[in-house]
C-alpha cells in the first residue's frame, strides 16, 4: 500500500470516527428544557349586567276630594260669621259679621288646605335598576424563557412552571395524550 493512501485512509476513519462521536454528543448534551424566566397572565374582563330589585317603602298624598276647600270655606265663613255677630252694635254687629265671615272663609280655607296636604298613606313599591359585575378570568400566560443561551417568548395554556420541555430542539407546548 502507497504511504499516501495509508495517510489518506487513517485520516478519513479518524474523520469518521470524529463525525460520529460529534454527532453523537450533540444528541446527547442537547437540552431537555427550556429555563422559563417570568410568566405574566393574561387576562380578560368579562362584565356581566344583571337586574337588582328591592321593595321601597313610598309615602303619597291620598286623592283629594274637595280640591277647592269649599267645605273649609263654607264652615270658616259660617264660624266666622257668628262669631263676627257677637261683636258691637247697630251697623257695626253688620260690619263685624260680614268680616268674620269672610275671616273665618279664608282661615277655614286654609285649615282644609294644610289638612289634605297632611292625607297620606304609605305604599311598598318594587324598584330595579341594573349592575354590572365585572370579573378576570386568565386566558393564557406570556411565557418568557431561555433556551440555548437565546431568549424567547410564547404564548402558554397553562404556567408551565420554572422549565419547558424540549424535543429535537423544539419547545413541547401541549402535553400529549396518553
Known amino acids: 500500500m502507497n504511504k499516501s493512501m495509508l495517510v489518506g485512509a487513517v485520516l478519513g476513519a479518524v ?11 450533540n444528541l446527547v448534551s442537547a437540552p431537555e428544557y427550556a429555563e422559563v424566566l ?5 387576562k380578560e374582563t368579562i362584565k356581566t349586567p344583571r337586574e337588582v330589585c328591592k321593595d321601597v317603602t313610598v309615602t303619597r ?11 273649609g270655606t263654607a264652615i270658616g ?17 253688620k260690619i263685624a259679621t260680614v268680616a ?22 304609605t305604599t311598598t313599591e318594587t324598584r330595579c335598576s ?9 386566558v393564557g400566560y406570556d411565557v418568557q424563557y431561555q433556551l440555548d443561551g437565546k431568549e424567547g417568548r410564547v404564548r402558554m395554556e397553562r404556567d408551565p412552571g420554572s422549565k419547558i420541555p424540549v424535543k429535537d430542539g423544539q419547545l413541547v407546548l401541549a402535553e400529549s395524550a396518553q
Do not use: C, F, R, W
Not at 474523520?15 to 454528543?25: D, E, Q, R, S
Not at 417570568?38 to 393574561?42: I, N, W
Not at 257677637?86 to 254687629?93: A, L
Open 38 to 42: 417570568a410568566v405574566t397572565p393574561v
Open 15 to 25: 474523520g469518521v470516527t470524529a463525525g460520529g462521536a460529534v454527532a453523537t454528543y
Open 100 to 121: 268674620g265671615a269672610v275671616g273665618g272663609g279664608y282661615a277655614g280655607n286654609k285649615v282644609q288646605e294644610n289638612m289634605q296636604a297632611g292625607d297620606t298613606y
Open 61 to 71: 298624598q291620598k286623592p283629594v276630594k274637595d280640591q277647592h276647600q269649599i267645605a
Open 77 to 93: 265663613a259660617v264660624v266666622g260669621g257668628l262669631l263676627g255677630n257677637q261683636v258691637g252694635g247697630g251697623t257695626g254687629k
Open 130 to 138: 341594573t349592575v354590572t359585575d365585572t370579573s378576570e378570568n386568565v
